[in-house]
């Protein structure tokens, strides 16, 4: 059922599987009680690059051959999931441990795997389908839930599809970000963070494409249900797409791994390694060009009242310097990691989460790490949120331009460190750096014996989050999308 002779391993290069992926996706966030727990706790419309990278690590975890390191990985996900419950804005209840809702989510990947074959020309036979649906219903169970959630045959299995996608599915916020806001406004990658208008002139093309496919490939009745428009061509389109994903397959096999194609997606000219190198002096070039043609055709200054230069340089009293950043600018790009214009717990649990994610941690040390976060948002909550509605809003951030360094922040500095250092030797040495990083050392914080102490790491960690400091390793972390 798992491993590289899996039917779903052999999926997961195929480059018709982005397409089935977005697809699934949009699925699941047509379920009310994933739509909700989306919309209230998910760092995707900011981060969906990040969030993403993190997925298919997910999954290759689980479909690995490594039976330990599935049950780590499905003990990580328990964990995880039964921190997202709560009550959306209709007051209706949601709990991603909800067994039915998780049957939805593997049901959506299935189905999705299964579509993409079929509008690719290449329709899946009957056994090969059984065989894919058995690893998926074999997935859900390596999660720890009964069987029963899933239909055990695969006629079952359309009739319980059929049935959600008619009774159970709605026009949720969340699809509605994901179809008409995410697409149409997608951050950039870290590859092509320094390159807004190459960014920007692709993704007014493609955005828009990109949802017109979703939409076209959705199933009738509920694009009807749901009053989803439908462009003209639309489904000529996704054909034409589906069609091109497959014919992309007979491309080298490195160019279209998913681990390549996303790890170049990622690459920073801020990490380190040759590629880095290359990255940043490709970028420094198109900057040079990118300022003569600026100095020959000067943009006149905006005079909208938003504040322009002043606002990025440090209105609150951080310094214009190139390494600081406003106050405003610091809320947006740093603490809001929901997207949702306010600072609430779900965004420094989502700061948590990334950290847990990128450094594997078992049940203590998530715990011990969550509950600094959690301290440190109480403290927040106590000082800035004047009006009592329980969230902090940019304004009531920017109006106080706080000192963050209180004694819950410094907390979750210290906890960062323990949890980073995994040998507990009080040092943090290149290896225990790069899991959390993804970079070698930096110069500031390594001492004479090549190791980061536990005073040189807090610091570099408070001078970031209280002075609103622009940060090589920080940035990366908790900015990136």
Not at 301 to 326: K, L
Not at 373 to 386: G, I, N, T
Request: net charge negative; charged share 25%; glycine share 8%.
């Amino acid at each position: 059922m798992f491993g590289p002779d899996s039917q779903f391993h052999r999926f997961f290069n195929d480059p018709r599987w982005a397409l089935a992926v977005v697809r699934a996706t949009v699925l699941e966030a047509a379920h009310p009680q994933i739509g909700a727990a989306l919309a209230d706790n998910s760092s995707f419309v900011v981060h969906p690059w990040r969030r993403l990278g993190n997925t298919l690590v997910s999954l290759q975890r689980m479909f690995g051959a490594d039976e330990d390191v599935r049950q780590r990985e499905a003990a990580r996900l328990n964990r995880l999931h039964a921190r997202l419950s709560g009550t959306d804005a209709r007051s209706g209840p949601y709990d991603a441990m909800d067994p039915e809702v998780r049957a939805w989510v593997v049901a959506t990947l299935f189905e999705s795997s299964v579509t993409m074959c079929r509008l690719s020309g290449q329709p899946l036979d009957q056994v090969t389908m059984e065989r894919l649906y058995a690893e998926f219903q074999a997935f859900l169970a390596a999660l720890g839930d009964e069987a029963g959630h899933l239909p055990p045959t695969l006629p079952g299995f359309w009739q319980y599809y059929d049935r959600m996608v008619a009774e159970e599915l709605q026009n949720t916020e969340a699809l509605r970000i994901i179809l008409f806001r995410l697409f149409e406004h997608l951050p950039a990658p870290p590859l092509f963070a320094g390159l807004p208008t190459v960014w920007a002139a692709g993704r007014a093309l493609a955005g828009p494409v990109i949802g017109a496919i979703t939409v076209a490939s959705l199933p009738e009745v509920f694009r009807r249900r749901a009053g989803l428009p439908e462009v003209p061509g639309a489904q000529t389109l996704m054909q034409s797409a589906y069609m091109a994903a497959r014919l992309a397959r007979a491309l080298p096999d490195n160019w279209i791994q998913t681990e390549n194609v996303v790890g170049l997606l990622q690459l920073s000219p801020d990490g380190d390694g040759p590629w880095a190198e290359k990255l940043s002096t490709l970028r420094d070039r198109t900057k040079r060009a990118g300022a003569l043609f600026r100095l020959l055709t000067p943009v006149p200054a905006q005079q909208d009242g938003t504040g322009g230069a002043e606002e990025a340089g440090g209105s609150s009293g951080t310094g214009g310097a190139e390494n600081r950043r406003g106050a405003r600018e610091f809320f947006s790009e740093v603490l809001d990691q929901t997207g949702d214009g306010y600072l609430d717990w779900p965004d420094l649990a989502a700061m948590a989460r990334e950290i847990c994610s990128r450094l594997d941690l078992d049940e203590p040390a998530e715990t011990r790490l969550y509950d600094a976060f959690a301290a440190w948002w109480r403290e927040l909550q106590a000082a800035l949120d004047s009006d009592g509605d329980g969230r902090v809003s940019e304004e009531e951030y920017a109006a106080a331009a706080p000192s963050l360094a209180g004694p819950a922040l410094i907390r979750v500095a210290e906890v960062l460190f323990g949890v980073t250092d995994a040998d507990g030797d009080q040092f943090i040495d290149a290896e225990e750096y790069r899991a959390l990083f993804r970079k070698g050392f930096g110069r500031s914080v390594v001492d004479a014996e090549g190791r980061c102490s536990r005073s040189a790491f807090v610091r570099d960690f408070l001078s970031f989050m209280s002075g609103r400091r622009r940060s090589t390793l920080y940035d990366p972390l908790l900015s990136d999308a």
